[in-house]
Antibody, heavy 119, light 111 residues
């Protein structure tokens, strides 16, 4: 059974960089059939797609976040990562990692991790 | 690019059917049969209920169905059960520049 697990600091200071990792188990991140992505949800609000990556390293980003976001993949360790720089309180959210099809239909999700931006 | 439009809330009694709409544009919902629907219970991760417009993943009840007309996709839940009470989000592929759009979410209340 495929499982995804987010990890990283739960508290980040304003203007600093948010860094999260999603570890994939029960399947290979190098599968040619899937993409790997990040979605976030501010407290009490809806879902927002951040971006996705293919195992080859090709990336796809939400245009509203693209200037601050980097997604990378490490196929040898079966995980992918998210970095958001210059964070503000508006970046406070539960961050989910997920597996998706090439048309970004997400079928497996991590449990999510809350990241709070505060001094 | 604006988010897809969903009603903020819908409600129904056990055993009834409800439909949640998801309105986009000719650049997203209207152009592709690539709408997915997610169910989210409080404090839990979203769960895919419908993908590629009408397809149900293994293990999802056949009480859930998806459809599309023009720029509007719909999720229908028949035979409402108490466990269906949750937030529902639609999501559409939006082409090779925007990629993904989510709806604002709909809170389903089972009366």
């Amino acid at each position: 059974q495929l499982q995804l697990q987010e990890s990283g600091p739960g508290l980040v200071k304003p203007s600093e960089t948010l860094s999260l990792t999603c570890t994939v188990s029960g399947g290979s991140i190098s599968s040619s059939s899937y993409y790997w992505g990040w979605i976030r949800q501010p407290p009490g609000k809806g879902l927002e797609w951040i971006g996705s990556i293919y195992y080859s390293g090709s990336t796809y980003y939400n245009s509203s976040l693209k200037s601050r976001v980097t997604i990378s993949v490490d196929t040898s360790k079966n995980y992918f990562s998210l970095k958001v720089n210059s964070v503000t309180a508006a970046d406070t959210a539960v961050y989910y990692c997920a597996r998706s099809t090439p048309t970004f239909q997400s079928d497996y999700w991590g449990q999510g991790t809350l990241v709070t931006v505060s001094s | 690019q604006s988010a897809l439009t969903q009603p903020a809330s819908v409600s129904g009694s056990p055993g009834q059917s409800i439909t949640i709409s998801c309105t986009g544009t000719s650049s997203d919902v209207g152009s592709y049969n690539l709408v997915s629907w997610y169910q989210q219970h409080p404090g839990k991760a979203p769960k895919v209920m419908i993908y590629e417009g009408t397809k149900r993943p293994s293990g999802v009840s056949n009480r859930f169905s998806g459809s599309k007309s023009g720029n509007t996709a719909s999720l229908t839940i028949s035979g409402l059960q108490a466990e269906d009470e949750a937030d529902y989000y639609c999501c559409s592929y939006a082409g090779s520049r925007i990629y993904v759009l989510f709806g604002g979410g709909t809170k389903l209340t089972v009366l």
